[in-house]
């Protein structure tokens, strides 16, 4: 199926330069965000405890921050949890007997927030322990993944291919942690949990444009030079491409305008993605393969001739 099949190739990589260069800005500045103001971890990384209460009716944030400042819980961090009632609660780490009893402890002191009557729902401990091995697990789980990509795309293609994929890939990731740090979204489990999708997705539509590289090299016979087989390749998957980032799209948007508090970063996490996932297959991983120098002979090998029989 065909959305539309342009007559012509579209000249993707005469304007690759521009668009690298825009790459390139944003890429530094979700770098300068991770450094300057880093990531929001969520309780699962650096431990501590989270109450869920909700009150009678909406209060003011400030409102419950002062009493909790008070109090001497100046590092708890308020917010809202779905509605204006329902409020998320993050304390640090207390040890093992005052975390056992936060949920009273955070209950009697909301009792001195005025005009509104609190009900706590849940509470969750995790160990300063536990918080730093999932941050290590998740770490070795990028890692993996990434070593995983670089050997199957050095054995299915070219290693300076290998290469170009893995740097756009790592493009989306660093964006992504970029925008969670400029906006200071919690990073959680959840969110690793996309980041690591973001990287087997964006390489699928990375892979398939390689595919067709290949193959226009082993038809065209040197007829194209390397930009022009590039700009064909992108050209002839394009329909491919809306089609299936389109379906994935318009899922992850549904989870994420519908899917709730819970899952609303994960699906944030994997809507930056798809979007820079698409971008960098074009104007990353097939420009750095052009600049890379690759040409036929790279993936074509020639055939042997057989020798003549000696008379």
């Known amino acids: 199926m065909e959305l539309f099949h342009p007559r012509q190739d579209i000249p993707f990589m005469r304007h690759a330069l521009w668009f690298n260069a825009v790459s390139l800005l944003t890429f530094v500045a979700a770098v300068l965000f991770l450094a300057l103001r880093g990531l929001n971890l969520s309780i699962e990384f650096t431990g501590g405890t989270l109450v869920e209460v909700r009150a009678s009716e909406a209060v003011a944030l400030e409102a419950v921050r002062d009493v909790l400042a008070q109090a001497g819980l100046r590092e708890a961090q308020v917010q809202n949890f779905g509605s204006a009632r329902d409020l998320l609660i993050r304390l640090p780490h207390l040890g093992d007997g005052e975390s056992a009893q936060a949920g009273e402890r955070v209950k009697a002191l909301l009792s001195q927030v005025p005009g509104a009557n609190f009900e706590v729902r849940r509470v969750e401990f995790v160990g300063p322990q536990v918080g730093k091995e999932l941050a290590t697990n998740g770490l070795m789980a990028l890692a993996f993944v990434v070593f995983g990509i670089v050997t199957y795309l050095a054995m299915r293609f070219e290693w300076r291919f290998a290469v170009s994929a893995i740097i756009a890939n790592l493009h989306d990731v660093v964006i992504i942690l970029g925008a969670f740090a400029a906006f200071q979204w919690e990073f959680s489990l959840s969110v690793l949990a996309a980041v690591l999708a973001v990287l087997g997705y964006s390489v699928n539509e990375t892979v398939v444009i390689f595919d067709r590289v290949r193959e226009v090299f082993k038809q065209r016979r040197g007829k194209m030079d390397t930009p022009a087989v590039l700009d064909h390749a992108i050209t002839a998957t394009m329909s491919r491409t809306i ?29 930056i993605g798809i979007v820079f996932g698409i971008y960098s297959s074009i104007f990353v991983s097939a420009a750095l393969v052009m600049w890379f120098g690759v040409t036929r002979e790279d993936l074509v090998k020639p055939a042997k001739k057989k020798e003549e029989a000696v008379v």
Do not use: D, K, Q, W
């Not at 980032?245 to 944030?268: D, N, P, R, W």
């Open 243 to 271: 089609i299936t980032h389109a379906s994935t799209l318009a899922m992850v948007v549904t989870i994420l305008l519908f899917g709730g508090e819970t899952l609303h970063y994960f699906a944030l996490a994997l809507t």
